[in-house]
T-cell receptor
Framework: DTGVSQDPRHKITKRGQNVTFRCDPI?????LYWYRQTLGQGPEFLTY????????KSRLLSDRFSAERPKGSFSTLEIQRTEQGDSAMYLC?????????????FGSGTRLTVV | TQLLEQSPQFLSIQEGENLTVYCNSS?????LQWYRQEPGEGPVLLVT?????EVKKLKRLTFQFGDARKDSSLHITAAQPGDTGLYLC??????????FGTGTSLTVIP
């Protein structure tokens, strides 16, 4: 297992376009998290899945954002009608069934730039 | 969302100096973690502390969890340029989720 993979690493898009990011967690981890991080700040929680169920969504996740984890494996995060304020690093993390106590394993992130 | 404040926000020191980073909240946490993040990468876990008053050492890094489990500190002895990075604390809430602090950006100058 090579850890948590995120694709793409970088995405530049024009304002108003839709973008989709993918996250492949560690295979034995049933919990998957999406965070957003702006430069020099800590990651902000967006949403969390346990298996295929989306258990919590932050108020930061406006109706332009949607996340799925259809088979409890990989997850996608889609942003519709992107705005310049969406520019950030989008981080995915996974953790084992006992939760994050053993630590989240983060991917390298997808850096989104909206121009 | 429990707010975790870290101080200082930025820290620039010479190689060989000691430093302490603080993580404070008004909320009680089940556990607290420290991560280090390098530019363009995701955070990497350094340590998890669970018990109030707990102290853990990782080579030149010493982590302490406050007695009331509301705060924590990270002390680095004899800092090296390889310690440069963004240090993040993250507190566990009752839902077994972690919320991250505001971050401390450390630069160690050779």
């Amino acid at each position: 297992d090579t850890g948590v993979s995120q694709d793409p690493r970088h995405k530049i898009t024009k304002r108003g376009q839709n973008v989709t990011f993918r996250c492949d967690p560690i295979s034995e981890h049933n919990r998957l998290y999406w965070y957003r991080q702006t430069l020099g700040q800590g990651p902000e929680f967006l949403t969390y899945f346990q298996n295929e169920a989306q258990l919590e969504k932050s108020r930061l996740l406006s109706d332009r954002f949607s996340a799925e984890r259809p088979k409890g494996s990989f997850s996608t995060l889609e942003i519709q009608r992107t705005e310049q304020g969406d520019s950030a690093m989008y981080l995915c993390a996974s953790s084992p069934p006992v939760g994050g106590r053993e630590g989240y394993t983060f991917g390298s992130g997808t850096r989104l730039t909206v121009v | 969302t429990q707010l975790l404040e870290q101080s200082p926000q930025f820290l620039s020191i010479q190689e060989g100096e000691n430093l302490t980073v603080y993580c404070n909240s008004s909320s009680v946490f089940s556990s607290l973690q420290w991560y280090r993040q390098e530019p363009g990468e995701g955070p990497v876990l350094l340590v998890t502390v669970v018990t109030g008053g707990e102290v853990k050492k990782l080579k030149r890094l010493t982590f302490q969890f406050g007695d009331a489990r509301k705060d924590s500190s990270l002390h680095i002895t004899a800092a090296q340029p390889g310690d440069t990075g963004l240090y993040l604390c993250a507190g566990e809430n009752t839902g077994n989720q972690f919320y991250f602090g505001t971050g401390t950006s450390l630069t160690v100058i050779p």
